[in-house]
């Protein structure tokens, strides 16, 4: 009879850890509709308790209450105790969010094909709110859209079905602010403007594949719309293709007079930045670096070759083949 009361005295022990060197954390999963007793049995197998006994005599001579019990994951670990244990299964379960990546250069159009399918939104969800501006920004957008102003990053997000399209604008647009514009208002006003510096910025993303030459590329650029050049960057061409490597699509681009987004053809920026750019294309734009060249190209190595005017560029184009 002894035995079997230290026995019951010992299982009722719920402030003793199953192993107290191991601390590795495990996500552990209630499903709904579970009770307290009920997850013993997982709980054995998982090695967070000794036994399903145990786990119920804790309840019973253990002070233990099971009825705030929640349905979710969460972490667990073999150095919990089992009051412990219980005590984050009635906490807040895990977030069940996953991460979503909008890569740097990306279109709106990339965004929400992307976010199509993963089978976040519904084709073009993404669009209507960033093309129509539905949601408010933390700053003044100057332009017809929120291209290039929606921060290329990892984000944890809801899965698809508890996924909403305005909260995630609205924490790119966030981002965007926290990332960029909160550290360098000063030297936006005092420069030539956001909607400008987003719009070249996008352009160096496509541009120049070198952080390090992108002030370069900067200065070139607004020397050229200084001094009322076509900028000449088949990029901007590129922007209203479907796919952004359809080589016939860009040709015909190309000749057209009455694209907004045909550099070669009219003078000035683009309507709008053509992707998402990064902080380093930013802030070369911001602090674009003047130089003696009025062209560049880059050669077959995506190395930056400079020309001071036509005649070296043409030079350039047949030296390293590029036309």
């Not at 919990?80 to 279109?107: H, I, K, N, Y």
């Not at 089978?119 to 957008?141: H, R």
């Not at 102003?149 to 790119?172: A, H, I, N, W």
């Not at 209203?240 to 015909?252: I, M, P, T, V």
Request: charged share 25%; aromatic share 10%; net charge negative.
């Amino acid at each position: 009879m002894i035995p079997l009361l230290i026995s019951l005295i010992a299982c009722g022990n719920v402030d003793a850890p199953m192993d107290a060197t191991d601390s590795t954390p495990v996500v552990f999963e209630v499903p709904k509709g579970s009770t307290a007793n009920g997850i013993g049995p997982a709980l054995v197998e998982a090695g967070f308790v000794t036994s399903e006994f145990n786990w119920k005599m804790g309840f019973k001579m253990g002070g233990l209450d099971g009825s705030c019990l929640k349905a979710g994951k969460f972490e667990l670990r073999r150095d919990m105790s089992q009051r412990q244990v219980l005590e984050t299964l009635c906490g807040v379960p895990l977030a069940d969010d996953v991460d979503f990546t909008v890569l740097e250069g990306w279109r709106l159009r990339d965004t929400d094909k992307a976010l199509a399918d993963k089978g976040f939104i519904t084709a073009g969800a993404y669009l209507a709110v960033t093309e129509g501006k539905t949601v408010p920004a933390p700053f003044d957008v100057s332009g017809p859209t929120y291209e290039g102003y929606l921060f290329p990053e990892t984000y944890k997000v809801p899965p698809p079905g508890s996924f909403d399209v305005d909260k995630f604008v609205v924490r790119q647009l966030e981002t965007f602010d926290t990332r960029f514009l909160a550290s360098h208002k000063d030297e936006v006003a005092a420069g030539r403007g956001l909607h400008d510096i987003v719009i070249v910025a996008s352009l160096l993303e496509r541009e120049e594949p070198s952080v390090s030459n992108r002030p370069v590329v900067a200065g070139l650029i607004f020397k050229r719309l200084d001094k009322g050049w076509q900028l000449g960057i088949d990029a901007t061409s590129h922007y209203k293709l479907d796919e952004w490597n359809d080589r016939k699509g860009l040709l015909a681009a190309l000749k057209d007079p009455d694209d907004l987004y045909n550099t070669r053809k009219r003078k000035g920026l683009p309507p709008t930045a053509i992707g998402a750019p990064s902080v380093p294309s930013l802030e070369a734009a911001m602090a674009p670096k003047d130089s003696e060249w009025w062209f560049y190209l880059h050669d077959s190595k995506g190395v930056f070759h400079g020309a001071r005017n036509g005649d070296e560029h043409d030079a350039n184009r047949r030296k390293y083949n590029v036309y």
